[in-house]
């Protein structure tokens, strides 16, 4: 079975940083394109950062260069260290697997609708001024 399990969220201050780890199971990172996704209250669920086989990586605008995705493929973990962190960083960070694709269509099919083949239960992560 296919899972992904995310940890790490909590409360942090304006300017703060958080680590959430994303613990995959039932596949390989050799296969399968991890991304985190967030959605915060309201709005709809979007693209946070992914990576893919060879660590491809994608940010999206709103986080580049606060933000860092890695994996460590001994342990079956992706993580998204997340630095300078800011109020509307505020939201329910999701973890996502999908097989065969690389981060960047892993990306743009959020908005197409497509269902990734395993979603996480989420982890809440909220930033206050």
């Known amino acids: 079975e296919v899972t992904v399990v995310e940890s790490g969220g909590g409360m942090v201050q304006l300017g703060g940083s958080l680590r959430l780890a994303c613990k995959a199971s039932g596949f390989s990172f050799d296969e399968y394109a991890v991304g985190w996704f967030r959605q915060a209250p309201g709005k709809g669920r979007e693209v946070v950062s992914c990576?893919?086989?060879?660590?491809?990586?994608y940010y999206s605008d709103a986080v580049k260069g606060r933000f860092t995705i890695s994996s460590d493929d001994a342990k079956n973990m992706v993580y998204l260290q997340m630095d300078s962190l800011k109020p509307e960083d505020t939201g329910v960070y999701y973890c996502?697997?999908?097989?065969?694709?690389?981060?960047?269509?892993?990306?743009?099919?959020?908005?197409?609708?497509?269902?990734?083949?395993?979603w996480g239960q989420g982890t809440q992560v909220i930033v206050s001024s």
């Open positions: 996502a697997a999908d097989r065969g694709v690389t981060a960047q269509a892993m990306a743009v099919m959020i908005n197409a609708g497509y269902q990734y083949d395993v």
């Open positions: 990576i893919s086989v060879g660590n491809v990586v």
